[in-house]
């Protein structure tokens, strides 16, 4: 089993709809969770940190679910410029391994 | 403003030719890694240092060596670049192995190997 795991994509949604990405991971010892951001050929960008249950940031939720081993992303009212990949990476406290997910690759329609 | 510094953006070598990516960071952070990233693999970490003097490999280090020598500063050296190299770069750094630090990436450097 890969260490992190996400349904590639792409989601093709139109402008506005809410849209939900999954991630899951095998290492029951990851502490924190990040989803990046990453438009094409640029580099990845911090969107959200989740440390506990889940986090909100404005359109973006993010939700943990540590029993099941997944983390969720979920965008609200879609937008144009959300078109990206979007990366999970669970991480250990104390270590130095980011492990990155392939990413789920996201495209808003007009 | 705080950012990652990568050198060059872009770079077309030959087969066995020395070169260098440089990297720099002015956040004062501890932590600074190199990734690759290929279609299909995502992003995968070649070497990582704790701090300056401290490095080791990450997933695929074979035909990559890198130097600590400043905090802020991580170059990242290909002794004999091969076509397989050919791929985007990407160095990051953060404050340190605490969980709750995510990285800040450099905007790439994309390497083509002929």
């Known amino acids: 089993r890969k260490e992190v795991e996400q349904d590639p994509g792409p989601f093709n949604v139109p402008e506005g709809a809410t849209v939900a990405f999954n991630c899951t991971y095998s290492?029951?010892?990851?502490?924190?969770f990040f989803w990046y951001r990453q438009d094409c050929r640029k580099e990845p960008k911090l969107l959200m940190s989740?440390?506990?249950s889940g986090n909100e940031d404005g359109r973006f939720t993010a939700q943990l679910n540590r029993a099941s081993q997944y983390i969720s992303l979920l965008i609200r009212d879609s937008k144009l410029s959300d078109s990206a990949t979007y990366l999970c990476?669970?991480?250990?406290?104390?270590?130095?391994?980011?492990?990155f997910g392939t990413g789920t690759r996201l495209k808003v329609l007009a | 403003e705080a950012q990652v510094t990568q050198n060059p953006r872009y770079l077309i070598t030959v087969t066995g030719k020395k070169l260098t990516v440089t990297c720099s960071q002015n956040?004062?952070?501890?932590?600074m890694s190199w990734y690759r990233q290929d279609p299909g693999l995502g992003l995968r970490q070649i070497y990582y240092?704790?701090?300056?003097?401290?490095?080791d490999k990450g997933d695929v280090p074979e035909g990559y060596k890198v130097s600590r020598k400043e905090k802020r500063n991580f170059p990242l050296i290909l002794e004999s670049p091969s076509p397989n190299q050919t791929s985007l770069y990407f160095c990051?750094?953060?404050?340190?192995?605490?969980?709750?630090?995510?990285?800040?990436f450099g905007s790439g450097t994309r390497l083509t190997v002929v």
């Open positions: 990476v669970p991480k250990s406290s104390g270590t130095y391994k980011y492990i």
């Open positions: 290492n029951s010892a990851s502490q924190s």
């Open positions: 240092s704790m701090n300056v003097e401290v490095t």
């Open positions: 989740v440390y506990s």
């Open positions: 990051a750094s953060s404050l340190g192995p605490s969980a709750n630090y995510g990285y800040t």
């Open positions: 956040m004062n952070h501890e932590y």
